[in-house]
């Protein structure tokens, strides 16, 4: 199982939010670069970053930090937060993102994203499954997508989709552990997708658990920044 560490970004800086909720945000670092490069010096070739003001915005707006962290470290990144267009997609891999991450237009728009995987292939994207009450939530975990976690990969998997990172955004940043049980059966009724978790890990014990159930990559953020796992733990678990 790959462990995928996250950035989130907001002005620039590194936080996390607990529950998806912007006004509990915690910053951590002013310097995302650092960070990064603590990642990559302990043996982490992934990095998740998220441009949560993008998010919010619906526009990104963070590409710099994106452009400092893929010039000064040779992470794997997917990136996300405020892509909407083309042009954003040609920005964030001329920016040095290999993927780019998409959650809101995914559900909004997936005759878009069609295109989009038609023209720079399914392997350039990642796409995101934010989940509360087992429903999508889009537009920085802000507004009710209309859809359930379970119809959504359906959809996903028809255009192609392979790679699919679902949050459970009432685990998220609270450090109370995974939703196995919902993985278990989103990695039953779709066993062909690429499914990494999100949102919880708190623990070596809930990555083993992750890895046990099918999980095939895990994004962790909180419990890093927190200290409940070192970043000589994470090189264990592949």
Not at 188 to 215: F, R, Y
Request: aromatic share 6%.
């Amino acid at each position: 199982m790959t462990i995928i560490p996250a950035i989130d970004i907001i002005n620039g800086k590194c936080v996390r939010l607990t529950n998806g909720d912007y006004a509990l945000q915690k910053i951590y670092n002013d310097n995302p670069v650092e960070v990064a490069k603590q990642f990559e010096d302990a043996g982490i070739t992934r990095l998740h970053m998220v441009d949560l003001d993008g998010a919010k915005a619906g526009t990104i707006v963070n590409l710099k930090v994106l452009e400092a962290v893929a010039a000064q470290t040779k992470l794997v990144i997917d990136f996300g937060g405020g892509i909407k267009k083309i042009n954003d997609i040609e920005s964030v891999f001329n920016a040095g993102a290999s993927i780019a991450t998409i959650g809101s237009l995914a559900v909004k728009h997936p005759e878009i994203l069609e295109e989009w995987l038609m023209e720079f292939g399914a392997n350039k994207f990642l796409i995101g499954a934010d989940v509360l009450d087992e429903k999508i939530k889009i537009s920085g975990w802000l507004e009710d997508g209309g859809i359930n976690i379970f119809d959504f990969i359906g959809k996903m998997i028809s255009l192609g989709v392979s790679d699919i990172f679902c949050t459970d955004i009432s685990k998220d940043g609270a450090m109370k552990g995974p939703s196995v049980e919902l993985y278990k059966r989103i990695i039953a009724e779709h066993p062909e997708i690429n499914l990494i978790a999100s949102g919880g890990v708190t623990s070596m014990e809930d990555l083993h658990q992750l890895k046990t159930i099918g999980c095939n990559a895990a994004i962790v953020g909180k419990a890093i920044y927190e200290g409940q796992i070192t970043l000589q733990q994470l090189s264990t678990i592949n």
